[in-house]
């Protein structure tokens, strides 16, 4: 067994994020974990972004051809490359992490249209997009109010552009459909907002609510690793 993370949008260095679960989960259960490199955020083809919601689809499927089993855990966007990705035979359990487990046909940008404080974001005037209006203090205070200075500034440093067709298309598949999954909300956070997080963890198998901002993988990785070890105990 081992573990893919997706990470969200607009970032990139997906195993920076998911670092600090990955270690405590390969103490405490012997499992590795790797991030999938997304060609929408530039991270396959240096200095340049490439592909929207299918070639990061298609990134998830080449690392899933390559294990015999898995756990997927998808966070924010994550969850829709997921669903684009479609059913994979050595799936075995999917983790959402304030995410999104979206109906075929859905976009990203569709489904985080009906926030009433959507998070700022720009057209580049290059096929891409940007966060717009925030600096390293005011990204930490919104996505990672409970992670130290030294972290916010570290996780700004990783805030990227990313091709446009990654909020613009709509999915062609629903790939969470049939698999057992757990879905984290994250009570404190301060992007996506509880109630939509709420909606979509009513499609998962099972749901908890953790009192943690948006990127509790890095602020409180001894939770999710309970998670995880909670959902392997179903299996």
């Not at 991030?35 to 070639?55: F, H, I, Y």
């Not at 994979?88 to 109906?103: E, K, N, Q």
């Not at 996780?155 to 298309?169: L, N």
């Amino acid at each position: 067994m081992e573990l893919i993370f997706v990470h969200g949008a607009l970032v990139r260095d997906g195993q920076w994020w998911w670092q600090p679960t990955a270690e405590l989960l390969l103490a405490r259960t012997g499992i590795r974990s790797r991030a999938v490199a997304l060609p929408s955020c530039g991270e396959t083809t240096p200095d340049q972004v490439a592909g929207g919601l299918a070639a990061d689809a298609a990134a998830l499927r080449q690392e899933l051809d390559g294990v015999d089993e898995a756990i997927v855990v998808g966070h924010s966007y994550g969850g829709t490359v997921i669903a684009e990705a479609g059913s994979h035979p050595a799936v075995r359990h999917l983790l959402y992490v304030s995410s999104y487990l979206p109906d075929t046909g859905q976009s990203q940008g569709a489904i985080m249209g009906g926030e009433t404080d959507p998070v700022s974001i720009g057209d580049n005037g290059d096929g891409t997009l940007g966060v717009t209006g925030y600096d390293a203090a005011s990204f930490g205070a919104r996505f990672l109010q409970d992670a130290d200075e030294t972290t916010q500034r570290e996780a700004w440093s990783r805030v990227t552009a990313q091709a446009a067709g990654a909020f613009m298309t709509p999915t062609t598949a629903a790939g969470w459909q049939g698999v057992d999954s757990t879905y984290i909300v994250c009570g404190d956070d301060r992007s996506t907002s509880v109630g939509l997080q709420r909606f979509h963890a009513s499609r998962a198998t099972r749901s908890v609510e953790l009192p943690t901002g948006h990127h509790p993988f890095i602020t409180r990785p001894d939770l999710v690793v309970e998670q995880l070890q909670a959902m392997l105990a179903q299996a």
